[in-house]
T-cell receptor
């Protein structure tokens, strides 16, 4: 059974203080790993798709990386507007379903 | 990308009643997905809705409790039937798009509170 865990559960950073969020997964054949941002009261917003180990994607202050067991979302010099819950999900080669992790709640203080 | 709208955005309902949530997409899509997000939890897939066929439900979800309609390629409804306080959640509609249909887009969600 596909499983996704995320750490830490919550993270508080000062503005400009870079850090990383972790997504660990167990899947029988990875088709894709996905990162989303979710603001309170809203649906998740798609950020990145990663398909194979070694792949990296960047968007503004965010950079996602992938290994065979985990993915990291690196946040460089975060700003208060980066505060949100970040969700990781995986899709295996056999099913249509995306399995979501519990998320990391990020707070960036000014 | 895909732009998805949902109605209602939120509702407060009494135990034992039913609520129908509407999902409208700005483009034609083969599959639409309904998720539930309970307070403080991540997303759980309820069912996959294909146009012209019965919805496919995930383990733990049944058609009598969550009937789904998919009358065309841009619209779907999810009904939460005979509600109890345990049904209080955010319900999200989703579609997949992009080159490989691997990018999943979500609606804004419907926040349901059952008293």
């Amino acid at each position: 059974e596909d499983q996704v865990t995320q750490s830490p559960e919550a993270l508080r950073l000062q503005e400009g203080e870079s850090s990383s969020l972790n997504c660990s997964y167990t899947v029988s054949g990875l088709r894709g790993l996905f990162w989303y941002r979710q603001d309170p009261g809203k649906g998740p917003e798609f950020l990145f798709t990663l398909y194979s180990a070694g792949e990296e994607k960047e968007k503004e202050r965010l950079k996602a990386t992938l290994t065979k067991k985990e993915s990291f979302l690196h946040i460089t010099a975060p700003k208060p507007e980066d505060s949100a819950t970040y969700l990781c999900a995986v899709q295996d080669n056999y099913g249509q379903n995306f399995v979501f992790g519990p998320g990391t709640r990020l707070s960036v203080l000014p | 990308s895909a732009v998805i709208s949902q109605k209602p955005s939120r509702d407060i309902c009494q135990r034992g009643t039913s609520l129908t949530i509407q999902c409208q997409v700005d483009s034609q899509v083969t599959m639409m997905f309904w998720y539930r997000q309970q307070p403080g939890q991540s997303l759980t897939l309820i069912a996959t809705a294909n146009q012209g066929s019965e919805a496919t439900y995930e383990s733990g979800f049944v058609i009598d409790k969550f009937p789904i309609s998919r009358p065309n390629l841009t619209f779907s409804t999810l009904t939460v039937s005979n509600m109890s306080p345990e049904d209080s959640s955010i319900y999200l509609c989703s579609v997949r798009a992009g080159v490989s249909y691997n990018e999943q887009f979500f609606g804004p969600g419907t926040r349901l509170t059952v008293l």
